[in-house]
Structures are given as structure tokens and as C-alpha cells.
């Protein structure tokens, strides 16, 4: 969302020349105005492109009428958001066989969005639009207490208890930093080759894509591949009816860990 990751960055603690300086050459403006200086409910704030999927027109530069949150204006920033309420999405993936090919049709394809958490969860978003995945009021399915109990000033700031856009939508998978028995949701953690797999923690989930065949083995056809770079695992996402997901199954272990 471009916030500091800590202290809980509600807004202010960046000097005033990230929204008035101009830059000498080029004339544009700092990076975030006055009006986003709002931390990390910029994820939340429709005002701003921050902490969201978008959906632009690649000629204009603007939002499509489909569009869930169109309001009339392709280059407004609202115009242009296609899901809201994310932290850090690395990496997105497509889900074939989803979508149109056709702008107008306002149906691409599904997207598979891997959300980096802050302190305890890390978790794996579907977006098929207009959806919010509640970032900061929500780290996956825990409350971020800090951000809930913020009370803006302003009474123009988005905050926790301002309306949400879009309706909040759960992950379709998220795992602990700590506790390996707590990804939910539960009975999701599915055995590879008959060894049981009854669980796994990361803390830094690293989006990958869909497998369409080649030289792995049949049983991958059709699976995501997904990596935590922290803990340095590959596993495989399986789903069913392209869209739901039916179970994880571990492929590799410390291919990449930082510890």
C-alpha cells in the first residue's frame, strides 16, 4: 500500500515534501498527495491507486466503464481499481480459462493475488472484481487492533470505520508465521506421494502461475505453483472448477531460505 511497515503508519510521518516538492526537471509532483497522505489506508481509499488491482486501458490510460467502481471519469483513480484492499500483492497470476478477450465484455480473467502480511499472516487472494480483501482493518482473517482503533482527525480520511468499497472478501488461503496448524481455511493441507502434510508456516509468500504441462509429472497438470521466500518451501495448488480451491500439496523445501 506504500506505508513505513512500522510503527502502523495511519498517515503523517512523511515530511511534507512527498506531496508539495516538485521536481525541477520533469515539473511533476512528489509521490503521494496531500489528500492520500493517509498511510496504510491507502489500500482502503478509492482516491488512491495504492494497495489495489487495476484495470486500465492500455492506449488511454483509463479505467474501463465495466469496471466496478467506475463513476463516470475513465482517468479518475476510482475508475481505474479492479480490487481493493491489499498490502503487498507479489506476485499475480491468471486463472486459465477464465475470462473474455473482449475489453467491453468487463470479464477478464480471474486473478490469483499473493498478499505479503506484516507481522503473523501472509495469504493468497481470488479476485474476480470488485472485491476488498480489507487491508489494514485485516492482516488475512486477524484483526490489525492498532489500525481498528485509529480515529482520524479528518472526518474526509478513510479509515476502519469508514463504509467499506467493495465487499469484504476472505483469502482463499492463509498461513500463520509461526504455528503450522493454523492455515486456514482448515483440511486444505492434502499428502504428495503419500507423505502426510499436516500444515506449514512463511513469511513471505511469492505468487507463482499455473502449470499447463510439459515434462513434471501428470499430477501437476493444471496446479499453481506457489513459494514462501522466507521459509523456502514450493508447494502446489490444486483447484477445482478453476476457481475454487481444493487442496495444497508440498513439492520442494529449502530452495531459497533466508535462515
Avoid at 496446479?223 to 513439492?251: A, C, N, S, Y
Amino acid at each position: 500500500a506504500g506505508a513505513h511497515s512500522a510503527p502502523h503508519d495511519v498517515g503523517g510521518p512523511d515530511p511534507p515534501g512527498s506531496y508539495d516538492f516538485i521536481h525541477p526537471v520533469t515539473g511533476l509532483r512528489g509521490p503521494v498527495p496531500k489528500v492520500q497522505d493517509c498511510g496504510a489506508f491507502r489500500a482502503a481509499d478509492p482516491r488512491s491507486l495504492a494497495g489495489k488491482l487495476l484495470r486500465i486501458d492500455p492506449e488511454t490510460g483509463g479505467g474501463y466503464p465495466s469496471n466496478p467502481f467506475w463513476n463516470g471519469n475513465p482517468f479518475s483513480n476510482t475508475s481505474r481499481l479492479w480490487a481493493v484492499g491489499l498490502r503487498n500483492p507479489f506476485r499475480i497470476a491468471l486463472v486459465p480459462g477464465t475470462g473474455s478477450l473482449f475489453p467491453a465484455d468487463g470479464q477478464p480473467n480471474v486473478i490469483v493475488a499473493a498478499d505479503v502480511g506484516l507481522y503473523d499472516w501472509e495469504e493468497l487472494d481470488l479476485a474476480r472484481g470488485g472485491e476488498n480483501f480489507c487491508w489494514p482493518c485485516l492482516e488475512a482473517n486477524a484483526l490489525m487492533s492498532t489500525f481498528v482503533g485509529f480515529q482520524p482527525l479528518d472526518p474526509n480520511a478513510v479509515s476502519c470505520h469508514t463504509p467499506p468499497i467493495g465487499p469484504p472478501t476472505k483469502p482463499i488461503l492463509a498461513w500463520h508465521h509461526l504455528d503450522p496448524l493454523a492455515v486456514t481455511p482448515p483440511g486444505l493441507c492434502l499428502p504428495e506421494n503419500g507423505v502426510p502434510f499436516t500444515g506449514f508456516t512463511g513469511n513471505c509468500v511469492i505468487g507463482g502461475d499455473f502449470y499447463p504441462g510439459g515434462s513434471y509429472p501428470p499430477q501437476y497438470l493444471g496446479r499453481m505453483f506457489l513459494g514462501d521466500f522466507g521459509e523456502g518451501w514450493i508447494h502446489t495448488l490444486e483447484f477445482v472448477g478453476q476457481q475454487k480451491l481444493l487442496g495444497v500439496r508440498p513439492i520442494a523445501s529449502g530452495v531459497w531460505a533466508l535462515s
